[in-house]
């Protein structure tokens, strides 16, 4: 059977990301994007907003943490995860979230910076990483 789980988001961050580390050492990074759609009913123009929560690993992450604040515009590729847990008073809770494989920054930085690329995921999965760098500088 074939299957395929492939996102891509552009939007703003609704607030700062926020950087931490997980026992192993590893860097995640998890940020929330407002995407925007327009569309027309029955002659008026509406507007809806989704709100996408992002998790970034690794180098990507930290890079993340650094230069992206809130309002920044994004590109993100990744794919769709759900996971459940339970609250210590015994609430269920369930999420659905992407996993960025490649984060690309659209505008400005923290640092002024504009566009500046950053690094190709190094999720847990790195076989689902993007593709390697062949030496083409565009």
Request: hydrophobic share 35%; charged share 25%.
């Amino acid at each position: 059977m074939a299957s395929l789980n492939k996102v891509f988001l552009i939007g703003n961050l609704t607030r700062d990301p926020e950087l931490r580390y997980i026992p192993s050492g590893s860097a995640v990074t998890t940020f929330t994007v407002a995407v925007n759609r327009v569309y027309t009913q029955q002659g008026e123009k509406k507007e809806e907003v989704s709100y996408i929560r992002v998790v970034v690993w690794a180098k990507m992450a930290e890079t993340c943490g650094e230069y992206l604040s809130k309002g920044s515009p994004v590109f993100v590729e990744g794919r769709i995860q759900s996971r459940s847990w339970e609250t210590p008073q015994g609430e269920k809770r369930s999420t659905i979230e992407v996993i960025a494989e490649r984060v690309q920054f659209l505008g400005k930085t923290k640092g002024g910076k504009q566009d500046l690329p950053a690094p190709d995921a190094e999720t847990p999965d790195a076989h689902q990483s993007g593709p390697q760098d062949d030496g083409v500088p565009f």
